[in-house]
């Protein structure tokens, strides 16, 4: 399965790449870069007058619905620990993605969008194809609109562009804010979404998203636990941004809370079966500021993630971690950014001190875009601790016998249209 997983990848990218060369050499305008966050308003290019065939086909069937793909191949190699993936210290080229996504103005105010994706992170994905997000979107006015479906969280300034490898320089945004294993809880909600864009004068503007629901992940699993259901009650949270006077500069914070509940058995002493309910509530907020200028971005977040656990056969317990990170890049030619950033993640206030209590980063990112259609990432990381790192990926080995320091290799090229 994971061979015809790959196979297909690859196949899409040699035909996103063909169609790209074929479009150059009828001198056709150049595609779009790939937009798939809900409410996006780019316009696709104009249909080609010269085009007959197949060709006018797809060039009307552009000028009514925009389509945008994207494939892409990922390399990981660490040392010390395996991190990501099962094979990581070996090397391993189980990172890759695909994605088609299609929207549609229906009228000025009424626009429709949906998203098919699949990956493979390791174990996670396994090519599986799913609706990544769908949605209907009603636009009254600059200050109001409303979405409903599957609608993507709007969560610190990066959240929405985590399946756009072509809007972002580095293969993995900071992990202490972003992180990538956890893509199926924090990319998008099932729900409704109310946002709008507030101009305040001299004092620039807000721009605010509110939303309500749930969301699906996948069916949790634990050793020597049976589980019977599990659920999501609810996930509420927003985004609030300002865009001050000074242009290029906003900040702003996010805010989500949400429960997971779920009833299982375990097997106790003496083989008996003892039934357990647990309520998992967790709140997560991060401040966030970011400014652009020219071909320079700067960026810096900070967090504080707090989930507790609440179950009928033990006392409550709660946790809280604190995530951060700072980030520059710099458009040094056209084919040409460079981009470093600093994360910290400590998984408990409480205990910072130790291999295993805290995880800190430092990459460096160099993106290369070949044309519109084709770009290469090339990335390394110093790392300190392993707070983020997997026990079930390293033997269940005690995150504290783990290499202090060590690192990480990553390569990733990405076609697109």
């Known amino acids: 399965m994971r061979n015809v997983g790959a196979f297909t990848v690859w196949l899409s990218a040699a035909l996103i790449l063909a169609m790209s060369a074929r479009a150059r050499a009828e001198d056709a305008p150049a595609a779009p870069a790939v937009t798939s966050t809900p409410g996006s308003t780019s316009t696709p290019a104009s ?13 009307q069937l552009a000028h009514f619905v925009e389509i945008h793909g994207f494939a892409s191949q990922g390399f990981i190699k660490t040392t010390g620990t395996n991190y990501l993936v099962q094979n990581s ?8 993605e695909i994605g088609f996504n299609l929207t549609k103005d229906l009228t000025d105010r009424l626009r429709v969008g949906m998203q098919i994706f699949a990956r493979s992170v390791g174990s996670v994905g396994t090519y599986t194809p799913k ?3 769908f949605y209907l979107d009603y636009h009254f006015q600059d200050w109001l609109g409303f979405r409903a479906g599957r609608t993507k969280l709007p969560f610190g300034l990066y959240n929405e562009v985590y399946d756009i490898d ?3 320089v580095p293969v993995l945004l900071p992990q202490s804010i972003y992180p990538l294993l956890n893509r199926d809880t924090l990319l998008a909600q099932t729900g409704l979404e109310a946002y709008g864009y507030v101009r305040i004068g001299p004092l620039g503007a807000i721009d605010y998203r509110l939303y309500g629901g749930t969301f699906y992940f996948p069916t949790p699993s634990a050793p020597g636990a049976t589980l019977l259901q ?3 009650p609810y996930i509420i949270g927003g985004r609030v941004m300002w865009e001050t006077p000074l242009e290029g500069l906003r900040m702003g914070g996010s805010l989500q809370a949400a429960r997971i509940d779920a009833d299982y058995t375990v097997v106790g002493a003496g083989g008996a079966v003892i039934p357990v309910s647990l309520q998992f509530p967790y709140l997560i907020g991060v401040v966030s500021v970011e400014y652009i200028a020219h071909d320079l971005l700067l960026a810096a977040e900070w967090g504080r993630w707090r989930a507790d656990i609440e179950t009928n056969i033990a006392p ?4 809280v971690n604190e995530r951060a990170y700072a980030l520059a890049q710099y458009r040094v030619l056209p084919w040409l950014t460079p981009a470093v950033y600093y994360s910290v993640f400590v998984p408990n206030i409480d205990h910072r001190e130790g291999t295993e209590h805290h995880q800190y980063d430092l990459a460096a990112t160099l993106r290369f875009d070949f044309n519109a259609h084709w770009l290469l990432k090339l990335e390394g990381h110093y790392l300190q601790g392993t707070g983020d790192v997997s026990r079930d990926l390293n033997d269940n080995r005690p995150l504290s016998s783990l290499a202090n320091d060590w690192f990480m290799i990553l390569a990733k090229t990405t076609v697109y249209f």
């Open 316 to 319: 409550a317990t709660r946790t």
């Open 230 to 232: 599990y659920d999501v």
């Open 166 to 168: 072509s809007a972002r």
């Open 131 to 133: 609706f990544d997000w």
């Open 89 to 96: 210290k070996r090397g391993s080229f189980e990172f890759n």
């Open 47 to 59: 249909a080609d007058p010269r085009a007959d065939g197949d060709s006018a086909a797809l060039s």
